[in-house]
């Protein structure tokens, strides 16, 4: 049912902002580029369509504007606020990020929660489902079973799950745990660390680091090597150091190297340094942590080895596409799992959040109570309802009679809604009161109450559609996701479904599967 009015609550971008609107009246509210764009309706539900944070180039961060709305929301008494999740961040969807982490979307953080799904995605048991089914599936069995079936992927992932584990200085199970180890590392980490190319940012931090982040990885590599041949057993420095000057001849870049490198990781192995108690000299060991995965050394927090703000979203983008996002997945193993879950978990990105601004109760002090009205339009010709709309809370005097609640609807519901202009409350659903009844003689404080009316020629409703929607994904209803009709049968169905790829255009001619198999059973012509 379409509102009397609607208003538009808008901050201006930056770029937007340059002295455009404070000469004019007129503001595009068309577009995704405002800092903030909301929008209320005279009944209370509202929709927040974009927010664009410090990224845009807005002072704002995307929490500062999110915490500012959900206030506005609150102070303007909002019944129910819906948005559309489709927040991207480095090629990467927010909502599947947030989800896989910590088990609710970035926006959840205000309570906002599954309204709706599409492609067959029609419940919240279905969404809540995928949610746990990803974020348990067990960094080990990924490890073993990427080991089968795709090698490529086998050895930067064996790299990339122990560094984490390190860090973490806990164990990190499930693919929810490492996700979420992630995001949490990523608000500690400051951007500045990204100004280094080098894999080693903290040996590239010293100050007494003269040479170039190559050189410093060559030798570093050497260095690995060395103890590589010690297999695995504590040598001395020296003896490291002679090994790699066969390789490296500049004697003060090995001696900086094997300073810094101490309880540092390099890939899969960690650089472990210690001074002999006995003979008093620095030995180092070189362990390979992805052997012990996945480990628990709390010690290792402690640990000189960082990871950059660089590296961490290069890791993290790795992760998304190769374990969350790959299609290329093989049925039967847990990867056909995470696909499934995934695509589920991406589907349910209209969201919701419900303020309950009024609650039903008794005032004995004013002498006043509450209840809650509808309007239900009854097709006169057909006798059913068509639409109903959201019920309004009305406070009436004790001793109010059915007369005043039907003037106090009337007056309410006309200036709200564009389609009940003329509504008169020909009566109500269930009820057959006199208008000098008592209300709160015939009912109970908060109750709800339906009254009827004659749906009017042309009366202007939304939500009603003449699609005939039989998808192959369930859907049988209009989700707002793009579709195309049949030619012959008009059944509409959603192209991903009948895989018209994104990027194309809806073809002019099409024929669902049914009608083209039908049109192949015909005869031939003589």
């Not at 992927?153 to 860090?167: D, G, V």
């Not at 109500?428 to 339906?450: H, Q, Y």
């Amino acid at each position: 049912m379409i509102c009397n009015k609607k208003y538009h609550f808008l901050l201006p971008s930056k770029a937007n902002s340059g002295g455009q609107y404070s000469k004019s009246n007129l503001i595009e509210l068309q577009g995704e580029n405002h800092t903030l764009h909301g929008v209320f309706h005279s009944n209370g539900f509202g929709h927040l369509l974009c927010i664009n944070g410090s990224k845009t180039g807005s002072n704002l961060t995307g929490y500062q504007i999110m915490e500012f709305w959900d206030r506005l929301c609150s102070g303007l008494g909002a019944r129910k606020v819906s948005l559309k999740d489709v927040a991207k961040k480095m090629g990467m969807d927010l909502r599947l990020l947030h989800t896989v982490a910590s088990g609710k979307p970035w926006f959840g953080q205000w309570g906002y929660a599954f309204g709706r799904g599409t492609h067959g995605v029609n419940n919240q048991e279905t969404y809540q489902s995928a949610i746990k089914a990803i974020q348990s599936i067990p960094l080990t069995l990924i490890a073993h079973q990427l080991g089968f079936f795709m090698s490529s992927q086998y050895e930067i992932i064996q790299n990339i799950l122990p560094r984490y584990q390190l860090l973490s200085g806990h164990s990190l199970i499930t693919l929810g745990d490492l996700f979420h180890f992630m995001l949490e590392l990523k608000l500690r980490i400051p951007k500045e660390t990204n100004v280094s190319s080098s894999h080693y940012p903290g040996i590239m931090s010293d100050a007494s680091c003269r040479w170039s982040p190559k050189r410093v990885e060559m030798a570093i590599h050497v260095v690995v090597e060395a103890l590589k041949r010690a297999e695995f057993q504590w040598v001395s420095r020296q003896h490291v150091r002679d090994v790699a000057r066969a390789y490296i001849g500049d004697t003060g870049l090995l001696d900086f190297v094997l300073k810094s490198l101490g309880n540092h990781l390099v890939g899969k192995y960690f650089v472990r340094r210690c001074l002999n108690p006995v003979t008093k000299v620095l030995e180092y060991c070189l362990e390979d942590v992805s052997r012990a995965f996945p480990m628990q050394e709390p010690l290792l927090v402690k640990a000189q080895h960082k990871v950059s703000w660089a590296q961490l979203m290069k890791d993290m983008f790795y992760m998304y596409v190769n374990i969350l996002r790959d299609d290329r997945h093989q049925n039967g193993s847990v990867f056909a799992t995470i696909g499934v879950a995934s695509r589920i978990i991406l589907d349910s990105k209209y969201l919701v959040k419900e303020y309950h601004a009024v609650k039903a109760m008794n005032d004995e002090t004013n002498k006043t109570k509450i209840v809650y009205c509808a309007v239900v339009l009854i097709n006169e010709q057909e006798q059913e309802t068509t639409t109903t709309t959201p019920y309004h809370c009305f406070a009436l005097r004790n001793s109010a009679i059915f007369d005043d609640l039907k003037y106090e609807v009337e007056k309410m519901f006309r200036e709200t809604y564009l389609g009940l202009r003329n509504f008169v409350a020909t009566s109500i659903r269930n009820m057959n009161p006199k208008g000098s009844d008592l209300v709160f003689k015939a009912v109970k404080s908060g109750s709800k109450i339906e009254f009827e009316c004659i749906q009017e020629l042309g009366i202007i409703c939304e939500g009603l559609t003449t699609m005939d929607v039989d998808c192959v994904c369930g859907a049988k209803e209009d989700d707002g996701e793009r579709m195309v009709a049949c030619d012959v049968c008009q059944v509409w169905q959603h192209t991903r479904c009948v895989q018209i790829p994104e990027s194309d255009q809806v073809p002019t001619i099409f024929l669902c599967s049914a009608c083209e198999q039908g049109i192949l059973s015909l005869p031939c012509l003589p």
